[in-house]
C-alpha cells in the first residue's frame, strides 16, 4: 500500500525497554510518561525509561514483596512504591538526601489502597477503596503530613496529569463519576456527574467498566470519554463514543458523540486535538475532530473525518548478540492483544518492549478529504499545517486538481480570517503593554504565532508568484484568483501588500491586457503606493499611458513630492516639474542646482534661460539678491548662462 494510504504512524524514535519475556512487571506512570521494568530476585532491579535520555535511570531496592505500583514524583525526586493494600513506600532521590526507604499507610480503617497518583514533586493523592488521601511528602524528615481527605465509595479511578484531575467511579453500577482538582496544595471537589449507560435486556445489569473510560485534554478543555457499546438487540447495535465536558466550576455536560459505525474492541487515543479509535478486529483506526460541523448530523453528533485506515507498518530493527548486521528488521504487530493504550498519544507493546507516541500525518489527509473547504477547517487546527495548506492551495488552483473560484474563494477567506484573529491578538497585546498593566489584571501573553497563521508572504512565495507562471492555466483565470486573493484580504480589512499588486500588474501587462490595467487603476482596484508607482514608470517602454498613470497615483498619494519631481526631471520635463512643484507650494525650497543641471541636460537654451531666470527672481525675492548663494553650487551655470547669453542678461539687483 502505497505510503499516501497511511495518514496515522507510530514514532521514528520510541522509548526502548527490556520486553515482558525478561521482567517481572511493566509499569508505566502516565505523569512523566515514564516505563518502569522490574525485575525481582534478591534485590527488585528497576530500570525506568521515560522519552528523554535524562529522565531514564536503573536502581536496585530491597525485595519486600511484589512491585504492585510504582512511580516517580515529577523530576524524578521522590520514587514511590505500593507493595501492599495498606501502605505505600517512599526512597529520596533528591541529591544529598539519604537514600532510605519511609513508608505511610492509608488513615481510613480497613480500607485498600487501589494506587496513588502525585500531583506535584511532593504532593501525593492515596486513592482507596473508600475515598482519597490527599498528602504532602516532607522529605528532609521522611515523613508525609496529610493535607486533606474525602471518605466515598471507590470502584476504580483514573488521573489525568495535564490537569490534574482525579476521576472517581462510585456506586454499585459505577457509573455516578466524582471528580476532584488538585493544584498547588490544594484538593477541589468538582461537580459529580451520571454516564447513561445502555439499555440491556432485565433482568441483566450493566456496569461501567474503566476500560470503557478514558479522561483527556481535548482543544483546552477536559473531557471525559466514555466508550458506549449498544446491546445487539437494539436497533442501532453500532458502538459509540460520548464526550463529557468536564469544567473546572460548574455541571458536566453530554457535548458530543463519535459514531464508530461497527461493533467489538476499542482503544482510545488524542493526538494533536483528534480522537483516534483504534478497532481491533479490523486492525484499522479512524479519527474524528469535535470541532468539525456534520451538516447532515445533529448538533454534536460527529461520523469519522477520514476512512478507517490502518496505522503504518513499523519495523522492528533487530538488536543483540544474535543480532546480524544484514538482517532485516522484523515488522511489528500492530493492533497486538498485548497493545496497552494510555493518554494521550502513547502506545505500549510490553511483549516487545516498546513505547511508542502516535502521530498523524497531515499530507495523506489531503487527497482523503475532498471537501476543500472542509479540509481547510480540519488541516487549520492541526500543529504542524502551514506546508500542507500551501500544498493544497497550490495543487486547488494547477492541473486537473483545479478548483472553481468559489472554491478558492472560500479557501482565501479561511486562511484570512484566522491571519486577521491573529493580527488583531498582536495589536491588542502591543497596546496592552504600551499603556502598562492595570489595576487587578492579570499579565497578558504574546499571542503564539502557530502554523496555521499564513500571511501574503507564505501565499506569495509557496502559491502565488509560481503560480502566475503557469503556461497551461488560462491568463483570466489566473487574474481571477489574483483579484479574489486581494478582495479577501480586503473583506477582513489587511493592507494589502504591494509586492501582490505588482504580481497583478506583471500579469496584465504579460498578458498585454492594458486596457483592464488602466480600469484597475482608475478604479482604485490596485492601491495608490510609491513601489506601485515606481513599477509603473518602469513599463512605460512597454506601455507608455504608464508614465502619466504614474505620476496620477504619486500625485493621489501627497507623500511622494520628491519622487514625482525626480520622475519628471528624469523625463527632461523640467517645466513640468517646476509646475508641479510650484502647484504644491514647495519652490522655495527646490534646489537650484537640481533643475539647472537637468535643463542643461535638454540642451535646450531657451528652457535653460527660464529656468535660470525663475531661480534669479526666486533669489531676489527672498533674499533681495538675485544672486546664487555659493552654499547652492551653482558656479559653473552662471558660467554658462554669462557665455551664451552675455553678462548684461543677468538680473540687476534692485535700487532703492
Not at 589 to 611: C, E, G, P, V, W
Request: charged share 20%.
Amino acid at each position: 500500500m502505497s505510503e499516501e494510504h497511511y495518514y496515522l504512524e507510530l514514532c521514528e524514535n520510541p522509548v526502548q525497554f527490556e520486553n515482558a519475556s525478561s521482567v517481572n512487571n511493566v509499569f508505566f506512570d502516565e505523569a512523566n510518561k515514564q516505563v518502569f521494568a522490574v525485575r525481582s530476585g534478591g534485590a527488585t532491579g528497576v530500570v525506568v525509561k521515560g522519552p528523554e535520555d535524562k529522565s531514564s535511570v536503573a536502581f536496585r531496592m530491597d525485595d519486600k514483596g511484589e512491585v504492585k505500583c510504582i512511580k516517580f514524583s515529577i523530576g524524578n525526586k521522590i520514587l514511590a512504591v505500593q507493595r501492599t493494600p495498606k501502605s505505600v513506600d517512599f526512597i529520596n532521590f533528591i541529591p544529598d538526601y539519604p537514600h532510605l526507604e519511609f513508608s505511610q499507610e492509608c488513615k481510613m480503617k480497613n480500607a485498600s489502597i487501589l494506587g496513588f497518583c502525585w500531583t506535584n514533586w511532593n504532593e501525593i493523592v492515596f486513592i482507596t477503596d473508600q475515598g482519597i488521601e490527599f498528602y504532602q511528602v516532607l522529605p528532609d524528615k521522611r515523613s508525609l503530613k496529610l493535607l486533606k481527605s474525602q471518605s466515598i465509595n471507590v470502584n476504580w479511578y483514573m488521573y489525568c496529569p495535564e490537569t490534574a484531575v482525579i476521576l472517581l467511579s462510585t456506586t454499585f453500577q459505577g457509573n455516578v463519576l466524582q471528580p476532584f482538582a488538585f493544584k498547588s496544595g490544594t484538593m477541589s471537589k468538582m461537580s459529580k456527574f451520571e454516564i447513561e449507560l445502555p439499555v440491556v435486556p432485565k433482568p441483566a445489569k450493566l456496569n461501567l467498566s474503566e476500560r470503557d473510560i478514558a479522561v483527556a485534554n481535548i482543544y483546552g478543555q477536559l473531557y471525559v470519554m466514555y466508550l458506549k457499546h449498544h446491546s445487539r438487540t437494539t436497533d442501532s447495535p453500532c458502538a459509540e463514543v460520548i464526550l463529557y465536558q468536564l469544567p473546572r466550576e460548574g455541571s458536566c455536560k453530554k457535548t458530543n458523540v463519535l459514531k464508530l459505525n461497527t461493533t467489538g474492541k476499542f482503544a482510545l487515543n488524542v493526538v494533536d486535538n483528534l480522537v483516534v479509535v483504534h478497532h481491533q478486529s479490523t486492525q484499522t483506526s479512524i479519527i474524528f475532530d469535535i470541532k468539525l460541523r456534520e451538516p447532515d448530523c445533529g448538533l454534536n453528533v460527529h461520523q469519522p473525518v477520514l476512512p478507517p485506515r490502518s496505522i503504518h507498518p513499523y519495523r522492528i530493527p533487530l538488536t543483540g548478540p544474535s543480532a546480524v548486521p544484514s538482517q532485516p528488521p522484523v515488522p511489528c504487530e500492530l493492533y497486538s492483544s498485548s497493545w496497552s493504550v494510555f493518554q494521550p498519544d502513547i502506545i505500549i507493546s510490553a511483549s516487545e518492549g516498546y513505547q511508542w507516541y502516535l502521530q498523524v500525518k497531515l499530507p495523506p489527509t489531503v487527497n482523503l478529504l475532498q471537501d476543500k473547504g472542509k479540509l481547510i477547517d480540519f488541516l487549520l487546527r492541526r500543529r504542524d499545517c502551514k506546508m500542507v495548506i500551501l500544498s493544497v492551495c497550490s495543487q486547488m488552483l494547477n492541473g486537473e486538481d483545479k478548483g472553481s473560484l468559489p472554491v478558492v474563494a472560500t479557501v482565501f477567506d479561511k486562511l484570512n480570517q484566522v491571519f486577521k484573529e491573529y493580527l488583531e491578538a498582536e495589536q491588542t497585546y502591543t497596546v496592552a503593554m504600551e499603556s502598562g498593566p492595570s489595576r487587578g489584571s492579570t499579565a497578558r501573553e504574546r499571542p503564539v504565532r502557530t502554523q496555521a497563521v499564513i500571511d501574503q508572504s507564505d501565499m506569495y512565495t509557496h502559491v502565488l508568484s509560481s503560480f502566475t507562471e503557469k503556461k497551461d492555466v488560462s491568463h483570466k483565470f489566473i487574474i481571477a484568483v489574483l483579484m479574489e486573493y486581494i478582495r479577501s484580504l480586503n473583506q477582513v480589512q489587511i493592507t494589502v501588500q504591494h509586492y501582490l499588486y505588482e504580481l497583478v500588474i506583471k500579469t496584465l501587462v504579460h498578458h498585454s491586457l492594458f486596457y483592464m490595467l488602466h480600469q484597475f487603476l482608475q478604479y482604485h482596484v490596485l492601491s495608490d503606493s510609491k513601489p506601485l508607482a515606481c513599477l509603473l514608470l518602469s513599463l512605460e517602454g512597454t506601455y507608455p499611458a504608464a508614465h502619466q498613470l504614474s505620476l496620477d497615483m504619486l500625485k493621489r498619494l501627497s507623500t511622494a513630492n520628491d519622487e514625482i519631481v525626480e520622475v519628471l526631471l528624469s523625463k527632461q520635463q523640467v517645466l513640468g516639474a517646476l509646475r508641479f512643484i510650484r502647484s504644491v507650494g514647495g519652490n522655495d525650497n527646490i534646489s537650484a542646482r537640481k533643475f539647472l543641471d537637468a535643463a542643461l541636460q535638454t540642451a535646450d537654451q531657451m528652457l535653460f534661460y527660464t529656468i535660470f531666470r525663475f531661480f534669479e527672481q526666486r533669489n531676489l525675492r527672498l533674499r533681495g539678491s538675485p544672486s546664487f548663494n555659493p552654499g547652492e553650487h551653482c558656479e559653473e551655470h552662471v558660467v554658462y548662462f554669462k557665455q551664451v547669453f552675455g553678462e548684461q542678461a543677468l538680473m540687476k539687483q534692485a535700487t532703492v
